[in-house]
């Protein structure tokens, strides 16, 4: 039988009961593969690894060995909410390692977006495994691969699935939710408990931030750029509205503005939203005009070094959701 095929047979997980079946089943078959061994996971905080995280605390608990790099390209309080719900809410074994420095001095001064992404992919690996390398015992490693990443495998999610490690560290896989579809794994979450925010989460690219701070990055870049995204999903959320993907962008050119009479040279601030099935093509939600407005002027007056805000009515095709 191939482990890596759904059988035609197979049911959609779109009850709770259901979920439930499948986690009780799950449960038992990764006890049953596990035993007393340990398992690493590198816990994003994105959906899967989140829910393959719930899912293997309920099978072994503290076997499990969570790490979770920060690379300084999360959004706002995301780094914060997986340490708190995995090691103070479900007493997860979670290593947390805030590599910041790391990566933004590596990517200081790089502005072509592949050398970027290839950097954040590089360098995520390599924390990872000197991680893995400190730790003994660990003989299995977990991952919140999912069947669109099977069947597709157009290396979309490559570097963010840890895939790269090297081969002497021998580990064999734990894949639970492999044969699983987005909106299933979705409802395993809810089943598991973890919060409405997490199992909701809006996709989000592997190098995160790292390529919406246009160019070369910055500290002051990145500090707007966390500040203004934090702004629009609280104002995005306050509307109630049901968008696909929403976020901000902070290019790397400045434009004049006037600020308490006096001239200002500062960075704009660009709205990206888009609502789309399989983001292959996407298009541009009409936010009312009341709402851009505030979250405007919650921008230029919140964010320091900010002096323009625009709303990006681009739809895929011709740009693409992210900017670079
Ligand atoms: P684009 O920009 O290609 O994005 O229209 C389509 C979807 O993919 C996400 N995206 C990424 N996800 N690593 C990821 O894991 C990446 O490098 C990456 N680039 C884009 C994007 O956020 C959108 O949902």
Not at 61 to 86: P, T
Not at 151 to 175: C, I, Q
Request: with cysteine; net charge negative; glycine share 8%.
């Amino acid at each position: 039988m191939d482990n890596n095929k759904r059988p035609a047979d197979m049911q959609r997980i779109n009850t709770p009961a259901l979920a439930k079946a499948f986690i009780a089943e799950q449960v038992e078959q990764i006890q049953a593969q596990v035993g007393d061994k340990k398992v690493l996971l590198a816990l994003s905080g994105g959906v899967d690894s989140s829910v393959v995280a719930a899912l293997l605390i309920k099978a072994i608990g503290r076997q499990l060995v969570c790490v979770h790099v920060n690379h300084g390209l999360m959004r706002k309080g995301e780094s914060e909410q997986v340490i708190e719900v995995f090691r103070n809410q479900m007493d997860a074994n979670l290593i947390y390692v805030d590599a910041t420095d790391r990566f933004l001095d590596l990517l200081a001064g790089v502005d072509e977006p592949e050398k970027k992404r290839k950097i954040i992919g590089g360098e995520f690996i390599k924390v990872f495994e000197e991680e893995a390398r400190k730790l003994e015992g660990i003989k299995f490693l977990a991952q919140g691969t999912i069947y669109p990443d099977i069947l597709e495998s157009d290396g979309v999610k490559a570097h963010h699935n840890v895939g790269g490690l090297p081969e002497d560290l021998n580990f064999e896989l734990v894949e639970p939710v492999r044969l699983l579809f987005k909106d299933e794994v979705r409802q395993v979450g809810r089943a598991l408990g973890l919060p409405v925010s997490m199992v909701e989460r809006q996709p989000f690219p592997g190098p995160g931030l790292g390529v919406r701070c246009l160019g070369a990055i910055t500290r002051e870049r990145l500090a707007a750029l966390r500040e203004s995204d934090a702004i629009l999903r609280e104002e995005i959320a306050a509307t109630g509205m049901n968008i696909w993907q929403f976020f901000t962008v902070v290019p790397d050119f400045r434009s004049t503005g006037v600020r308490d009479g006096k001239r200002a040279f500062d960075w704009p601030v660009i709205i990206r939203a888009v609502n789309t099935v399989d983001a292959m093509t996407a298009t541009v939600p009409e936010i009312p005009w009341a709402v851009l407005q505030r979250i405007t002027s919650r921008i230029l007056a919140e964010v320091p070094g900010v002096c323009r805000v625009l709303y990006d009515l681009t739809p895929k095709p011709v740009g693409t959701i992210e900017w670079e």
